[in-house]
């Protein structure tokens, strides 16, 4: 049985989505691999932690109550499989792990939202035990309110720097210091722009205040340079270069660093959706829905279609539905998809502005020494990567990647791949959107052979 509409992402896109197609009489299957709905932004402890609204999601805990409230609601109006990882999509098969078991389910409409990840360039030590994405100390005070450390340096570029920042101060936690590598001042000319996204500013300006209210140090233009362990081979303090070029250090027994988010586009590649190179987000992004034929249409949402935060993933994933629904003949619900168009054209200035206040710092990938891990599944060095590049004369990622093993490892290149791309680019003297894109393969997630040998045959 091909199910008539299945959504991938239980965030505020797919949620959304999920409304939208049960107001409209449809029954949409809703897979997540997360125990409770909410995705990233609206993350839900588990329903043995009980934690108040307002302290998960400050000043978002109207909407995300308002959210998980009507999505809760809808009951039997949706099929929704949490804790199913979707590992594959092959044809109109989606391949899973529901429980430790592989399992497969065919489709006719699908919506993908699977939102983003950190995006990181690595340092020297950022593989010791104690150094987090950004997200992921969110992740650890949202979902079960533990911090990352008891004195904690946070340190990267854009506004979950400092949105985790105040998050770890309002929760009590010591930060050592909150270290941006943009220089200050460097987001001015994008102030008209930023200006236009009206609230959503003032909670970053709000953020920044409140922080230097608290007394956090809070120094801009930084170069990291390491991370220190101490006697136990943990993270014992944090070392950086100021604006001015002189060696600082801190000590601190955690690090939380990141530089803005990455579409997850790998379900998109292997759903055979195309995919461009995002000149301002230096990223490659699907293209495009996909429908007609005997396929049904595959239609994208939020993050994972294009990095531009949560009320811009409710929009796509309102207008994902429309588009599903319009397509299948439902023409009532067109007009309203001409207002969702309006809203997003309104809400794109602020973020592309928001992207020119925070871009991505390439260059701090592109000047690594060679001694330093890029690829932490495999073991690969920035030097093997240049290697590669002078000796094989390749400046394809996928070449660089079959003689290095670069992105083979557990985590398919979706932490390396950003910083990879730029340092191939720099070694080759090419535009990174030259190096291409590491070809997703399946599984896009870990999953045991076990599982696999298990599991119903694919
Ligand atoms: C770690 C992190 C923390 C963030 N925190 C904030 C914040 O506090 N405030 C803010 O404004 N923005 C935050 N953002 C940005 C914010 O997530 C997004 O703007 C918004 O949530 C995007 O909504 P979405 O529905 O597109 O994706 P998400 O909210 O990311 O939801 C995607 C869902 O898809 C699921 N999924 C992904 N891949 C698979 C798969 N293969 N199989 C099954 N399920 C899958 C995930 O489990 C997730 O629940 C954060 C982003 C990240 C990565």
Request: aromatic share 8%.
């Given at each position: 049985?091909?199910?008539?509409?299945v959504?991938i992402?239980?965030g505020?896109?797919?949620?959304?989505?999920?409304?939208t197609?049960?107001?409209?009489?449809?029954r949409?299957l809703?897979?997540d691999e997360?125990c409770r709905s909410?995705?990233?932004?609206?993350?839900?402890?588990?329903s043995?932690?009980r934690?108040?609204?307002?302290?998960?999601y400050?000043?978002?805990?109207?909407?995300?109550?308002?959210l998980?409230?009507a999505?809760d609601?809808?009951g039997d109006r949706?099929e929704?499989?949490?804790?199913?990882v979707?590992?594959?999509?092959?044809?109109?098969?989606?391949?899973?792990?529901?429980?430790?078991?592989?399992?497969?389910?065919?489709w006719?409409?699908?919506?993908?939202?699977p939102?983003?990840?950190?995006?990181?360039?690595p340092?020297e030590?950022?593989t010791?035990?104690g150094?987090?994405?950004l997200?992921?100390a969110?992740?650890?005070?949202k979902s079960q309110?533990?911090?990352?450390?008891?004195?904690v340096?946070?340190?990267?570029s854009?506004?979950?720097?400092?949105l985790v920042?105040w998050?770890?101060?309002a929760?009590g936690?010591?930060?050592?210091?909150?270290?941006?590598?943009?220089?200050?001042?460097?987001?001015?000319?994008?102030?008209?722009?930023?200006?236009r996204?009206g609230y959503t500013?003032?909670?970053?300006v709000?953020?920044v205040a409140?922080?230097?209210?608290?007394?956090v140090?809070?120094?801009?233009?930084?170069?990291?340079?390491?991370?220190?362990?101490?006697?136990?081979?943990?993270v014992a303090g944090?070392v950086y270069?100021?604006h001015?070029?002189?060696e600082?250090?801190?000590?601190?027994?955690?690090i939380?660093?990141?530089?803005?988010?990455?579409?997850?586009?790998?379900l998109?590649e292997l759903a055979g959706?195309?995919?461009?190179?995002d000149?301002?987000q230096?990223?490659?992004i699907?293209?495009?829905?996909?429908?007609?034929?005997?396929?049904?249409?595959?239609?994208?949402a939020g993050?994972?279609?294009?990095?531009?935060?949560?009320?811009?993933a409710?929009?796509?994933?309102?207008?994902?539905?429309l588009r599903?629904?319009?397509?299948?003949?439902r023409n009532?619900?067109r007009s309203?998809?001409a207002?969702?168009?309006a809203?997003l054209h309104?809400?794109?200035?602020f973020?592309?502005?928001?992207?020119?206040?925070?871009?991505?710092?390439a260059?701090?990938?592109?000047?690594?020494?060679?001694?330093?891990?890029?690829c932490r599944?495999e073991g690969?060095?920035?030097?093997?990567l240049?290697d590669?590049?002078r000796?094989?004369?390749?400046?394809d990622?996928n070449?660089v990647?079959?003689?290095?093993?670069l992105?083979?490892?557990?985590?398919?290149?979706r932490?390396?791949s950003?910083?990879?791309?730029?340092i191939?680019?720099?070694?080759?003297?090419v535009?990174?959107q030259?190096v291409?894109?590491?070809?997703?393969q399946?599984?896009v997630k870990?999953?045991?052979l076990?599982?696999l040998?298990?599991g119903?045959?694919?």
């Amino acid at each position: 049985m091909r199910r008539e509409a299945v959504i991938i992402g239980a965030g505020p896109a797919g949620m959304r989505a999920a409304l939208t197609l049960a107001d409209a009489g449809l029954r949409p299957l809703v897979i997540d691999e997360a125990c409770r709905s909410g995705g990233q932004i609206y993350r839900r402890p588990p329903s043995s932690l009980r934690r108040k609204a307002e302290v998960l999601y400050g000043f978002e805990a109207k909407r995300a109550k308002a959210l998980h409230e009507a999505f809760d609601a809808l009951g039997d109006r949706i099929e929704y499989w949490p804790e199913t990882v979707v590992w594959n999509v092959h044809g109109d098969r989606l391949h899973l792990l529901v429980g430790g078991q592989s399992t497969s389910i065919s489709w006719l409409n699908l919506i993908l939202a699977p939102g983003a990840m950190d995006r990181v360039i690595p340092f020297e030590g950022w593989t010791l035990p104690g150094v987090y994405t950004l997200g992921a100390a969110q992740i650890a005070l949202k979902s079960q309110a533990c911090a990352i450390g008891e004195r904690v340096v946070l340190f990267g570029s854009g506004p979950l720097l400092y949105l985790v920042a105040w998050q770890y101060v309002a929760a009590g936690v010591d930060i050592a210091a909150v270290l941006d590598t943009a220089r200050a001042g460097a987001g001015f000319k994008a102030l008209p722009g930023l200006a236009r996204g009206g609230y959503t500013f003032l909670k970053g300006v709000y953020y920044v205040a409140a922080l230097r209210a608290r007394g956090v140090r809070i120094i801009s233009g930084i170069r990291p340079l390491a991370a220190l362990s101490g006697p136990d081979a943990a993270v014992a303090g944090f070392v950086y270069r100021d604006h001015r070029g002189h060696e600082r250090r801190i000590a601190c027994d955690a690090i939380g660093f990141g530089y803005g988010l990455r579409s997850e586009i790998q379900l998109a590649e292997l759903a055979g959706l195309s995919l461009a190179y995002d000149e301002v987000q230096r990223q490659w992004i699907p293209v495009g829905d996909k429908f007609g034929g005997d396929s049904g249409g595959i239609y994208l949402a939020g993050d994972g279609m294009r990095v531009r935060g949560a009320e811009i993933a409710e929009l796509t994933g309102k207008q994902a539905a429309l588009r599903l629904l319009a397509n299948l003949g439902r023409n009532e619900y067109r007009s309203q998809l001409a207002t969702i168009e309006a809203s997003l054209h309104r809400a794109e200035a602020f973020r592309r502005a928001l992207e020119c206040a925070f871009p991505f710092p390439a260059h701090l990938a592109q000047e690594l020494p060679d001694n330093v891990v890029v690829c932490r599944c495999e073991g690969v060095t920035i030097g093997a990567l240049r290697d590669a590049v002078r000796a094989c004369d390749v400046s394809d990622i996928n070449r660089v990647k079959a003689f290095t093993r670069l992105g083979m490892g557990r985590c398919q290149g979706r932490v390396c791949s950003a910083a990879a791309a730029e340092i191939i680019a720099a070694a080759a003297g090419v535009r990174p959107q030259a190096v291409g894109h590491l070809r997703g393969q399946p599984p896009v997630k870990p999953v045991a052979l076990g599982a696999l040998a298990e599991g119903t045959a694919p």
